[in-house]
């Protein structure tokens, strides 16, 4: 069940005093409880555009989802405080608030784009603006080093409980593969990537921000085969430590004849990077190649 927003408020306010309300007025933020991958109970933050005619959903239709997975730092923070990282941390709302004026700026990016980059993100735009998605953020456990066994359990709660949990709370979102991705930062973009290429069934695209993939770029790539067809995106940056086995991994899908796309930033491997090119890219690519289901209110 959604935890009530009372609840919900000092949850955001405890980590976020200063700034909750003024971002918060450009989405929507759920707390469901739902039963964790190790039979726990847990929570997850859904978020999702505040509407001018305050609806849940868009006239006609279900919000694409996709599942956002945080990075090292929310891992430390616990199964509390960690599932509010995307919207806390990395300021996924203001990305929202910046898709949603239909052009962006070089603030937007926090300076880490080339020009060349975002006029064609504007171009894009101009072609076909932002529609909306809702952005599921579970706990994402530290699991570099962990057993197989702990791996892939985590990784199929995601692509089955975690979806049941969430459609079944808040059946305006996509019910179905096609409407469904995800995606994460660091730690999570190698979750994200390891959860796409095993249970391709249960998500109709992936992507993976910074990548923490470090050795696993050919255990990655050789299961890569289900997601022929879907769109895959790898985001990166010129200082990231992950750029070198992020382009290895390009050229494992390029060699499988792959079709994906590797984008390469400017700026580092930080806060700043989550909040600037990876909350925007993380939204942008996902409204753009997600399908929209049809849904009326019973």
């Avoid at 707390?31 to 847990?42: F, H, I, P, T």
């Avoid at 020009?115 to 570099?144: K, Q, S």
């Avoid at 004849?257 to 400017?266: F, K, M, Q, R, W």
């Amino acid at each position: 069940m959604a935890l009530g927003l009372a609840a919900l408020g000092l949850a955001i306010s405890a980590a976020w005093p200063a700034r909750g309300q003024e971002r918060s007025e450009h989405v929507h933020h759920r707390l469901l409880r739902v039963e964790q991958w190790d039979g726990e109970a847990g929570r997850v933050l859904l978020t999702y555009p505040r509407r001018e005619d305050y609806a849940d959903h868009p006239p006609g239709e279900r919000y694409p989802l996709v599942v956002a997975l945080h990075g090292l730092g929310e891992a430390r923070k616990g199964t509390r405080l960690g599932p509010l990282g995307w919207a806390v941390d990395y300021a996924l709302p203001d990305a929202f608030a910046a898709l949603g004026r239909g052009r962006l700026t070089r603030g937007d990016y926090g300076g880490m784009v080339t020009d060349a980059h975002l006029a064609a993100v504007n171009e894009a735009l101009g072609r076909a603006p932002f529609r909306g998605v809702a952005v599921v953020a579970p706990y994402t456990p530290a699991l570099g080093g962990a057993p197989e066994e702990e791996l892939e359990a985590y990784l199929a709660w995601l692509a089955g409980p975690l979806l049941e949990q969430v459609r079944a709370q808040f059946p305006q979102v996509a019910q179905t593969a096609a409407g469904t991705g995800v995606d994460g930062v660091s730690l999570g973009g190698w979750l994200a990537l390891e959860a796409g290429v095993r249970h391709p069934e249960a998500f109709g695209a992936v992507g993976g921000i910074q990548p923490a993939i470090r050795d696993r770029v050919e255990a990655i790539g050789a299961r890569a085969e289900g997601l022929r067809g879907k769109p895959i995106r790898l985001l990166t940056s010129e200082a990231d430590p992950y750029l070198a086995p992020t382009r290895a991994l390009s050229r494992r899908l390029r060699g499988a004849a792959l079709p994906h796309s590797l984008i390469v930033t400017p700026g580092d491997h930080s806060y700043a990077y989550n909040r600037g090119p990876g909350a925007v890219e993380l939204l942008r690519f996902h409204d753009r190649v997600l399908a929209r289901e049809s849904y009326e209110e019973p």
